[in-house]
């Protein structure tokens, strides 16, 4: 393995570790459990969950990928905060969604290059771009994984 | 800058993003805030704080960069859950060692080469390292970075 599919598959599982243990947290809680808040006053697992499909989903869009599968999502869990009395999806569709978001994102970096990965994401211009290689695809998955990281810390608070 | 380069501080940007916005957080706290709990019944925000910086300190025995500065804070902070009732120092006490600890970091980080990054931590013996060049120095930190994250996502429900 060379030194930048080394990095590459680095950043991969340090995804996919957030994932995981993210994952082992939802399906330990009920449908109902996910209608608590992780702390009194503060966001809802379901809104936090719903937060993430939509976050994790935005990626599609900066890597141009492709339409995005939650966008749908972003109203009621990006630009809205919880209690914002928009209509939510409920804790099995959310779920189902979580899953499918995951297993599409897998799918998508998995046929992606080296190349792709260390391109500019749709966010930036050609000149941003020249002058701040390191914003590149791959800096989009960190972020959005130390992001995954942050929100996670906030659910298991719940428990 | 070559690509070795631009991955390197693509994991010291994102290390750095997430210190800045924990700093940045305590900053606005005051000692008594510090005091407190995140959430009612879980750890106080002095215990997380002294939890990162022991963390934190923790990667440079992993990197064989010498004595460790905090690992008097393992027993308090690591080995043992908050109110465990061992002595935990004060709050300006862990507020200076937390710039310390980020300056000493920060200076450790600068002076590694690409050849450091991407060798193995102390806690790998070379078998292992054959067999998964994924666990370098480098995942150490990318790891550590989820942890800052994992950890302010809690530290600013106590606002």
């Known amino acids: 393995m060379d030194q930048q599919h080394i990095f590459i598959q680095m950043a991969l ?55 995005r599968s939650y966008a749908h999502l972003d109203e009621a869990f990006i630009k809205n905060p919880d209690k914002s009395g928009l209509d939510m999806p409920d804790a099995s569709t959310l779920r189902g969604d979580w899953k499918k978001s995951n297993a599409q994102l897998s799918a998508l970096f998995k046929q992606m290059t080296p190349e792709d990965w260390f391109s500019r994401h749709t966010a930036m211009t050609d000149e941003d771009f020249a002058a701040t290689p390191t914003r590149n695809k791959l800096s989009v998955l960190l972020n959005r994984t130390g992001h995954v990281a942050y929100h996670l810390g906030q659910l298991v608070l719940a428990k």
């Open 13 to 67: 599982n340090a995804w996919d570790m957030q994932i995981s243990r993210t994952e082992k947290f939802l399906d330990a809680q009920s449908d109902a459990d996910l209608q608590k808040e992780i702390a009194p006053g503060k966001n809802s697992l379901l809104y936090l969950l719903g937060h993430l499909i939509a976050v994790n989903d935005g990626m599609i869009g900066l890597f141009g990928a492709g339409e």
